[in-house]
């Protein structure tokens, strides 16, 4: 698994211009974009990153950025004026001109901002293009061809020409020729900056789709810092020539590596980016569910919470909520088993916010973020939902959740009260030692 | 005043002597080469020849019909027959014939050596910037001077005119090829390369077919040029309209001028209406498909 990379890049340098490599030189010792404008334009400066296999790599920044210059450097479109470029293995910056079409037919194909279709040809046979430059008999090529129209949803329109296509087609044709070409790399340059954001997002969808379902590995060259943090598995933030950061998106939004890239994620629509599991706090309000009826009525008070997860070993049963506590409490019932509610709302830690936040707003109890054996790893309270959306610091670690109307609590007080404070010291003779289980649930919990 | 006097006396470059001297040096030395030049643009040339001008002149008139048809439709057939019939009527028919063969066989020349230039100067800035100078050079001298050494290499005939022709004619080809082909999307010729395509695929693929309007468009002004050398060129001994221009330019004579002069216009009408007809369809035909293709679209979709 962890054997060669599917790209690397080595001290990239890039510098349009009179004298490049002085110039190289020149920012090696020390010298900025700006001092070296004399001997030329530096497009991209001593650029390092990896891309591992089956990742969706974004490299980020606004235009002049020299994002698109990286890229072409990539399949060697464009050759650095220093450092080297591996795929997956093969040196692409040494590579004669007959090696780098080989690389380029069997590793990296290439979706691109205007789409770059041959508008003289179908979409058929633009799609089969990758396969024609291969030497791959006419219907062999059409065939497969047609199997990738199919999957992007193109299927219909296979004997249209380009230009009677919608942008959004255009592009689908554009990443079907690239799919198509079977190369395990996929340079996606600003492939959907020309498209009106309807049609992106639902281009972003898909091609995530696509992505899980082929595994393969896509750089993916934006200037829209939503669609790095939706699409990127990890993010490269460039500047003036420069990767100011690299990182995973909640990285780069919780963590970021200075105030530029700070004041770039500001806008970020955090809901697409934080997961479940970045934003939920410890569940401190659990009970174990053997600490029957009386323990989850002093977790409850204690915490001064309306509802309490109820937790066997670490895995989450159910939320008992007040109104049952005191219920059974008047009724006389112990077994917490017999009134937790197990239809509790749970999500999985790698959820995102925008899936998370409906959920949210129905629930009355704060939801518990649950791993595939439903064991509670912690809980997201709206508020801390609210908080983190609206990039609010989380100072408060109580969960103060007012699930009941005012007067029902008030109406329960008085006999909570008289509850609580007669039974305690009976709980402890019982030796049933459930209260002191319960601390020490929560304490392992910890 | 004095300084144009010492330049003409003292310091007057000989670049006429110059260039005479190397003419002779070329025929003395290179004379084979042009020999066998001149053996193979006559021999086609009296091919072509011998093509309009053996069968009966109704069958010309029929093809031609054809053709204008084919490129543009039946009003541009129409017109055809009646500017062939009238040319028959003048009885300027075999010189007529004679110039269209002429000019279609310097026409093939040129475009044969404007295309490969155009497509080298498009991809060498250096060659572009070497042949640019010349093409001004040959489209701007007066079209007289070159049958001088015309003359002196292949000597008087329908040799000299070809070459004459060629000359004047070929600019506009490599101009409008290389234009074409520098205008081609950058970015669809980038995606070529991503692919692995070879420089020759790419060319034949991407660059040729989306450049063709534009070479049509300067194989169509080759085509005007062509023919009007072609009349030119008779004062070299070519055959054709030309001869009798010339002959009533010398005498004089109205009636005879009007005449033949009148011929080259509507073959120069009809060259100009089918080249660019044709040059059209390769534009419309991406359309007109596109057409097709939407009107059976609501029912796919």
Known sequence: ?446 | MDLFQWLADGARIPLGSWVRALIDWVIEYLGFIFDFIATVFRGIYDGAEWLFLTPPFWVIVIIVAGIAWLAKGPRLAVGSVIGLLLIGSLDQWDNAMQTLALTLVSVLIATIIAIPIGIWAARSQTVSNIVRPILDFLQTMPAFVYLIPAIFLFSVGVVPGIVATILFAVAPGVRLTELGIRGVDSEVVEAGNAFGATPGRILRQIQLPLAMPSIMAGINQVIMLALSMAVIASMVGAPGLGKDIIQALSRTNISLGFEAGLAVVIIAMILDRVTGGFGARTRRRRISTAGTARASAPATA
């Open chain 1, 1 to 446: 698994m962890t054997s060669v990379p599917a790209v690397e890049a080595r001290n990239l340098f890039k510098v349009f211009g009179r004298n490049p490599n002085q110039a190289v030189r020149r920012l090696r010792e020390g010298q900025t974009r700006t001092e070296v404008a004399d001997a030329g334009t530096a497009a991209v400066i001593d650029a390092s990153f990896t891309v591992n296999p089956g990742e969706i790599f974004v490299i980020m920044g606004l235009s002049g950025s020299g994002k698109s210059t990286i890229i072409r450097m990539l399949n060697g479109l464009l050759q650095p004026t220093a450092g080297e470029v591996l795929v997956q293995g093969r040196n692409v910056t040494t590579a004669s001109p007959a090696e780098l079409r080989d690389i380029r037919r069997t590793s990296v194909s290439m979706v691109f901002q205007h789409f770059a279709l041959l508008p003289h040809l179908t979409v058929l046979d633009n799609a089969a293009y990758a396969l024609e430059i291969q030497g791959i008999g006419k219907t062999e090529r059409r065939r497969r061809a047609m199997d990738i129209l199919e999957r992007v949803g193109l299927g219909d329109r296979a004997d249209a020409m380009p230009d009677e296509l919608s942008g959004g087609m255009r592009q689908r044709v554009g990443i079907a020729r690239a799919l198509t070409a079977g190369s395990d790399i996929l340079l996606m340059d600003e492939a959907f900056s020309a498209l009106d954001p309807l049609i992106r997002r639902e281009m972003q969808e898909q091609l995530v789709e696509l992505q899980a379902e082929l595994g393969r590995t896509i750089v993916f060259i934006t200037h829209d810092l939503n669609e790095a943090m939706f699409l990127g598995d990890r993010i490269a933030v460039m500047r003036d020539g420069r990767i100011v950061q690299n990182g995973t998106p909640e990285e780069i939004l919780t963590d970021p590596a200075n105030d530029y890239v700070a004041q770039f994620v500001q806008d970020v629509d955090r809901a697409r980016v934080l997961t479940a599991a970045g934003v939920m706090e410890p569940a401190h309000v659990t009970t174990p569910i053997s600490a029957g009826v009386r323990g989850a009525l002093r977790v409850l008070r204690e915490n001064q919470a309306g509802a309490v997860f109820a937790v066997e070993g670490r895995r989450l049963v159910g939320v008992v909520t007040d109104r049952a506590v005191i219920r059974a409490v008047k009724s006389g019932q112990t077994d917490l088993r017999q009134i937790v509610d197990t239809s509790v709302t749970t999500v999985g830690p790698d959820d995102l916010l925008t899936d998370i936040v409906e959920r949210a707003v129905e629930a009355t109890v704060p939801l518990a973020v649950v791993d595939e054996n439903r064991r509670l790893l912690g809980a997201i309270p709206r508020v801390t939902l609210l908080a983190a959306l609206g990039n609010v610091p989380a100072v408060t670690r109580e969960m103060p959740i007012i699930q009941t109307p005012i007067e029902m609590v008030a109406e329960f007080t008085p006999l909570v009260d008289a509850v609580a404070s007669a039974p305690a010291p009976n709980s402890d003779g019982t030796g049933d030692g459930a209260p002191p289980a319960a601390v020490a649930m929560g304490g392992g919990e910890r």
